[in-house]
């Protein structure tokens, strides 16, 4: 057990985790909230697929550099400092954004939120590593904390439609910043609260040594195999997450606030995923389950995407007028829900504690350029083939997931049994 595990009692170290949990949920429903403006700035901003897909890259990029500069930095700032300054910034951009109301807006607001999370994960992770004192304490922690996020997720879709409106065109869906500004301050508040410690960092190590130990730790094979598997998961997931609201509208002629309503059943279906998970991996493998949930997934997609042809256009004004097919592509993401969790917690126990931070800004660098070219390239294949095939296309990087968590498998050492 860790020297910060024994010196927190269970009061402090439970407002430390509601802390971790309510930065993760705010991040849930801001960071996945551009599928749905996506779709709203196509309507209201008139910007074609492929000039709206940058948002993700706005996004993405942004969480992909700061972690890249700042991994290794973090436990020198302290990580209470750190995530009241992601979430200042954040209670600024919700801010300005209905004040500015154009495109642009959210270029600037994604960067910022990007720059934001990947303090937010970064400190989260390695928090996770100080609370616990095993792998399987550790899982489960991890576990429930993206549980929450999925659950933030979830909420967020919900949020977003209830402030569209029926006009196409109309901007006072914009008003929903106000609200998660005021979000972003309880959130601030709940930190300040929080009787969080600043690491204590060695005193022969430096800046520069700590981020050439991050980039060092890419050079072993099983880190550089979980790497691989990380942006392959994270490509299918945004590349279906982000432009599912768009699926719905355009594909299976939905309104748009039925179609961002429908989209919350594949938020839905990550968390119960998770839940579930949890509980199976007492019993399962974690690499017998992976396989299950990629080979069904891989099925889902084969059966489900044929419905989704030649849809009659028809007045929906609830999500219980939806067609089939709008119930079962979303269920995708009860299977992929296990995947990226349990990878991380894998290769995480295998490392050092102190290693922890700069293996997360690894981990987040490379699922946001996974997610940059996943919501990209889905995207471009929207455009100019049919959704039908953009979502067809991700069976290409699932089959290389296969490969990968195989290889993953073989380099890392027997895993202890995984609990949530």
């Not at 436990?75 to 109301?101: E, F, S």
């Not at 504690?353 to 981990?363: D, N, R």
């Not at 995207?379 to 069976?395: E, K, P």
Request: hydrophobic share 55%; with cysteine.
């Amino acid at each position: 057990m860790t020297d910060a595990t024994n010196t927190l009692t269970n009061a402090s170290r439970a407002r430390i985790i509601l802390a971790m949990m309510a930065c993760y949920f705010l991040f849930a429903v801001l960071l996945n909230s551009v599928g749905t403006v996506i779709l709203q700035s196509i309507n209201s901003f008139a910007v074609t697929k492929t000039q709206a897909a940058s948002l993700e890259g706005f996004k993405d990029l942004s969480i992909a550099f700061m972690s890249f500069l700042i991994a290794s930095m973090i436990p020198r700032i302290g990580y209470k400092l750190a995530l009241l300054g992601a979430l200042a910034a954040v209670l600024c951009i919700c801010l300005v954004t209905p004040q500015l109301g154009q495109f642009y807006a959210f270029k600037l607001l994604f960067a910022i939120v990007g720059c934001a999370f990947a303090v937010v994960k970064i400190s989260v992770y390695a928090l996770v590593g100080q609370l616990t004192d095993s792998p399987s304490s550790h899982s489960a922690l991890l576990n429930t904390i993206e549980g929450v996020f999925m659950v933030g997720v979830l909420s967020g879709y919900w949020i977003f439609s209830f402030f569209i409106t029926s006009e196409a065109t109309s901007i006072e869906w914009l008003n929903v910043y106000y609200i998660l500004a005021l979000l972003s301050l309880v959130c601030l508040l709940i930190i300040v609260w929080a009787p969080i410690k600043k690491q204590h960092v060695p005193s022969n190590s430096s800046v520069v040594s700590e981020f050439t130990a991050m980039l060092k730790l890419s050079y072993q094979p099983l880190v550089l195999v979980f790497i691989i598997s990380a942006f392959l998961y994270v490509l299918i997931e945004q590349g279906v997450g982000t432009w599912l609201p768009t699926f719905n509208n355009q594909i299976l002629h939905l309104p748009v606030d039925v179609s961002v309503q429908l989209t919350s059943i594949f938020a839905a279906s990550l968390a119960i995923g998770r839940l579930l998970a949890g509980q199976a991996l007492k019993y399962c493998h974690w690499y017998v389950l992976l396989n299950i949930c990629l080979f069904t997934m891989g099925i889902l997609i084969l059966l489900t995407l044929p419905l989704t042809q030649n849809v009659p256009q028809q007045a929906a004004s609830t999500i219980f007028d939806a067609p089939l097919a709008a119930y079962l592509m979303p269920l995708i993401g009860l299977f992929m829900a296990p995947i990226y969790p349990v990878l991380n917690s894998v290769i995480l126990s295998s490392l050092a504690k102190h290693q922890h931070a700069s293996m997360t800004g690894m981990i987040v660098i490379f699922s946001a350029l996974g997610g940059t070219t996943g919501s990209i390239l889905t995207g471009y294949i929207f455009q100019h083939f049919s959704g039908q095939h953009a979502f067809y296309s991700a069976l290409g990087p699932l089959f290389l997931l296969v490969i990968t968590v195989f290889l993953f498998k073989q380099r890392s050492a027997p895993a202890p049994v995984v609990s949530a």
